[in-house]
DNA sequence: AAGTGGTCTAGACCACAAC
DNA sequence: TTGTGGTCTAGACCACTTT
């Protein structure tokens, strides 16, 4: 319960009161927790003092919000070794956000001569170079740039390329990954990152390089590149 | 300026506007920004929008406020986006697990020769070697194996070392991250390995090692090694 | 005493999703 | 149409720091 007269800010006293619900698993996870107009009916409080509370628990990951339908108590998902990793579809998952991959590019492109390092490649090698930008619902989150070792186009399995990268590798092709290699650099958005990604406020973004090895090949599978902008 | 017409929220706006302020250092460092009254006459909005941009930019480190005095620059840029990307300890709290960090050795170790290598040093070097075993209850977690730069230990700060060490690389120190390098590999548990994670069923574990530099360093500042059982 | 940020209320209108 | 969260205003009083 709240006391007005405990001196403890309204707005702390019902965080608390919401988290110990959390932890104690009274709400199951993804289930909605009463509306903000319930909440201020059932403490008679002000609904900026519940929405305070709310932002707090929003911002630590133990609640999300749909614009239109109501607060939920985030969940904790079991996770496949791998996967939290190497995911950023499952990092979003986990936030309440389902990413929509939108596929930009797809071709096939040769890799050779300066490439090659870049690439951490040490011969020529066609690979399949797929560009996606990933939204949450029209707002764009992240550019990606993923580049596969050739063989998996010819497969004669369908792939859901609009899906989880890291799905695909790990269940669909039932790859034996033996390294991941990766390296992340703050830095400034190029031109075009800033229109893709409407960076607003500040052009700062994430890139991050990860290289996928699989079996004992020397080589990499697997190359992918994405940019993120920093304030997300 | 604020468009009170534009459609985008004017917290955006303000929040932007101070921002790109704070970027292009039109503010200095720990100087103090307009009062929020100031902001409210200025830009002609109310006190709880203002207070909205600010808790935001607050939030994210870019300012910090002094109650009684004023709102305030704060001294270094926030790499903040990188919390997730390089703390466990931030990963795990997410899916509702709160590790305890139980430290197991700490010592002064020179690293040399053949060890440089791994340690990806061009020189030798004293570090402060720490390893921790990291719970959730009473199950053993993960084997935490890290090394400072030296100048760690230099600084008259008390540093609560069996908390996050991402918090302590970002909140306390405040260092400039400028690049993050980590290579996974899973593999079998060695006979120690098994012993301290008494994995059941399994013996699979996954490696992680990873190089933190900062600034324009060659040589990077923090290196950690940690193994997990695969089927956390 | 004056000025700052901290907390809180009451009320309004908008945007989004479901029925 | 209804109910949800999102944005915004005007105003009040409190707690803290400096003058």
């Given at each position: 319960?709240?006391?007005?007269?405990?001196?403890?800010?309204?707005y702390?006293?019902?965080?608390?009161e919401i988290?110990?619900?959390i932890d104690?698993d009274?709400?199951?996870?993804?289930?909605?927790?009463?509306?903000?107009?319930?909440?201020?009916n059932?403490y008679?409080i002000?609904?900026?003092?519940?929405?305070q509370?709310l932002?707090?628990?929003?911002?630590?990951?133990y609640?999300?919000k749909?614009?239109g339908?109501?607060?939920?108590?985030a969940g904790?998902k079991p996770s496949?070794?791998f996967?939290?990793?190497?995911?950023?579809t499952?990092?979003?998952k986990?936030?309440g956000?389902t990413?929509i991959?939108?596929?930009?590019?797809?071709?096939?492109i040769a890799i050779?001569g300066h490439?090659?390092?870049?690439f951490?490649?040490?011969?020529?090698q066609?690979v399949?170079?797929?560009?996606?930008?990933?939204y949450?619902?029209n707002l764009?989150?992240?550019i990606?740039?993923s580049?596969f070792?050739?063989?998996?186009?010819?497969?004669?399995?369908?792939?859901d390329?609009e899906?989880?990268?890291?799905e695909i590798?790990?269940?669909d092709?039932?790859?034996?990954?033996?390294?991941v290699?990766?390296i992340?650099?703050?830095?400034?958005?190029?031109e075009e990152?800033?229109?893709?990604?409407?960076?607003?406020g500040?052009?700062?973004?994430l890139e991050?390089?990860?290289?996928?090895?699989i079996?004992?090949?020397?080589?990499?599978?697997?190359y992918l590149?994405?940019?993120?902008?920093s304030n997300i």
């Amino acid at each position: 319960m709240i006391d007005k007269k405990s001196g403890i800010p309204l707005y702390i006293q019902l965080k608390d009161e919401i988290l110990n619900k959390i932890d104690n698993d009274i709400w199951d996870i993804d289930s909605q927790i009463p509306t903000e107009m319930e909440l201020m009916n059932k403490y008679k409080i002000g609904r900026a003092t519940v929405r305070q509370a709310l932002s707090i628990l929003v911002n630590e990951g133990y609640l999300y919000k749909k614009h239109g339908i109501g607060t939920f108590v985030a969940g904790k998902k079991p996770s496949l070794g791998f996967e939290p990793l190497i995911s950023l579809t499952f990092s979003l998952k986990q936030r309440g956000i389902t990413p929509i991959n939108f596929i930009d590019k797809k071709e096939i492109i040769a890799i050779e001569g300066h490439l090659l390092k870049e690439f951490r490649l040490t011969k020529k090698q066609d690979v399949l170079y797929l560009r996606r930008i990933i939204y949450d619902g029209n707002l764009p989150l992240a550019i990606e740039d993923s580049y596969f070792n050739k063989s998996i186009i010819e497969g004669e399995k369908e792939l859901d390329l609009e899906g989880s990268i890291a799905e695909i590798l790990l269940h669909d092709l039932k790859l034996n990954i033996t390294k991941v290699e990766q390296i992340i650099v703050p830095r400034k958005a190029d031109e075009e990152e800033r229109k893709i990604l409407k960076t607003a406020g500040t052009d700062k973004v994430l890139e991050l390089k990860r290289w996928l090895y699989i079996d004992e090949n020397e080589d990499p599978y697997f190359y992918l590149k994405f940019v993120i902008p920093s304030n997300i």
